[in-house]
């Protein structure tokens, strides 16, 4: 009896891996600077101009907000910052995207999921995009110049990076 129960609860503790593992599953994500750069790339102009729509909404409430046009020349360069105000009047500036990401998770060839994030160029050039909402680096209204910023290693316009899931696997490449 005894030998049966630890039996089963091998069997229970090792099935959620085993069905892990077998799972096809694959996530792309591409940097691009433009719609056209993109379908260029991808040949879907759909989900490119979806990406980037999502991305350019997200970029209105989670880019970085400056309290001074200095600090955000400072961060991002002359020509990168727009005057801004929000609804309260409070002023303030912010980088323009200068890019875009398109995440796509794939399932059994199939696309079962699609995320556009906006990409910023820092002073040096760097690609970044606003750290998740879970960090707490997302903008909030009063709290200027505290978006945190998370780097991202994609090369704009080229071939989107691929990690596929399952237990313990992850592969990336990427291609030009």
């Keep these: 009896m005894k030998r049966s129960r630890t039996a089963a609860l091998l069997i229970m503790g090792v099935t959620p891996l085993a069905l892990t593992s077998c799972s096809r599953e694959t996530q792309t994500e591409g940097l691009y600077t433009s719609v ?31 309290a001074s046009r200095e600090a955000c020349v400072a961060a991002h360069g002359a020509d990168a910052c727009q005057p801004r105000s929000d609804a309260g009047g409070q002023s303030y500036f912010m980088p323009l995207m200068t890019g875009f990401l398109i995440g796509q998770l794939m399932r059994g060839g199939q696309t079962v999921g699609l995320n556009g994030a906006p990409a910023f160029q820092d002073r040096a050039g760097n690609w970044q995009r606003p750290a998740t909402p879970s960090s707490g680096g997302v903008y909030r209204p009063g709290s200027l110049g505290t978006t945190a910023m998370a780097p991202i290693a994609a090369q704009p316009d080229r071939a989107p990076t691929v990690t596929r899931g399952g237990f313990g696997s992850r592969s990336a490449g990427s291609g030009g």
Excluded: H, K
């Design 36 to 66: 056209e750069s993109c379908i260029a790339q991808t040949n879907d102009s759909y989900n490119c101009q979806q990406a980037f729509d999502q991305a350019r909404q997200q970029a209105e409430t989670d880019a970085p907000r400056y």
